[in-house]
T-cell receptor
Framework: GIQVEQSPPDLILQEGANSTLRCNFS?????LQWFHQNPWGQLINLFY???GTKQNGRLSATTVATERYSLLYISSSQTTDSGVYFC??????????????FGKGTKLSVIP | DARVTQTPRDKVTEMGQEVTMRCQPI?????VFWYRQTMMQGLELLAYFRNRAPLDDSGMPKDRFSAEMPDATLATLKIQPSEPRDSAVYFC???????????FGEGSRLTVL
């Protein structure tokens, strides 16, 4: 199956700092999503981004599908950005079935 | 505010008991997924439905797990009998189309003693 690798696994930031999270995948994908799992365990949709660049406030994402990677940028980080960021790729698994495969996540801690 | 609803939020049970988790997908969504999250394995796909038909349940232990969609507004995941290794957070997600954006519920945290 497809491999999804996220880096770095852990990241500690001072409030106000910027960061870039990376997601590499081993094969072609139908789409890609970024999620934020907050400290309460909720999976929050950040971006649905099969290709190109999108921005939402302090967050932006870029997917270069031909080179099999996606980047998530967080600018002016806040303590509420803490949690785990997951990249998930959608692939066709046969017989009309698709599946979303998750990376292991990047655990972000933003300290005041 | 459309969202995926899961019940129960928390469940503590004893080994050997039957557990049923329920999910109400977002109205109009025709794909439903069940995922399990553990510290060791991360997020794993258990089952996938489209238009209420099961298309992929290869990630699910068949001897004790079963997943169904009795109607378009309800998906169920049943474990019988439950074992301590089933302790995890179980997420349901729904989407509008086969390879489209997925939205997750808040999860059901299961503890089997």
């Amino acid at each position: 199956g497809i491999q999804v690798e996220q880096s770095p696994p852990d990241l500690i930031l001072q409030e106000g700092a910027n960061s870039t999270l990376r997601c590499n995948f081993s094969d072609s994908v139908n789409n890609l999503q970024w999620f934020h799992q907050n400290p309460w365990g909720q999976l929050i949709n950040l971006f649905y981004i099969p290709s190109g660049t999108k921005q939402n406030g302090r967050l932006s994402a870029t997917t270069v599908a031909t080179e099999r990677y996606s980047l998530l940028y967080i600018s002016s980080s806040q303590t509420t950005d803490s949690g785990v960021y997951f990249c998930a790729v959608c692939t066709y698994s046969g017989a009309g079935s698709y599946q979303l495969t998750f990376g292991k996540g990047t655990k972000l801690s933003v300290i005041p | 505010d459309a969202r995926v609803t899961q019940t129960p939020r928390d469940k503590v049970t004893e080994m050997g008991q039957e557990v049923t988790m329920r999910c109400q997908p977002i109205l109009g969504h025709n794909t439903v997924f069940w995922y399990r999250q553990t510290m060791m394995q991360g997020l794993e796909l258990l089952a996938y439905f489209r238009n209420r038909a099961p298309l992929d349940d290869s990630g699910m232990p068949k001897d004790r797990f079963s997943a169904e969609m009795p109607d378009a507004t309800l998906a169920t995941l049943k474990i019988q009998p439950s074992e301590p290794r089933d302790s995890a957070v179980y997420f349901c997600a729904s989407g509008l189309e086969a390879a489209g954006e997925l939205f997750f519920g808040e999860g059901s945290r299961l503890t089997v003693l």
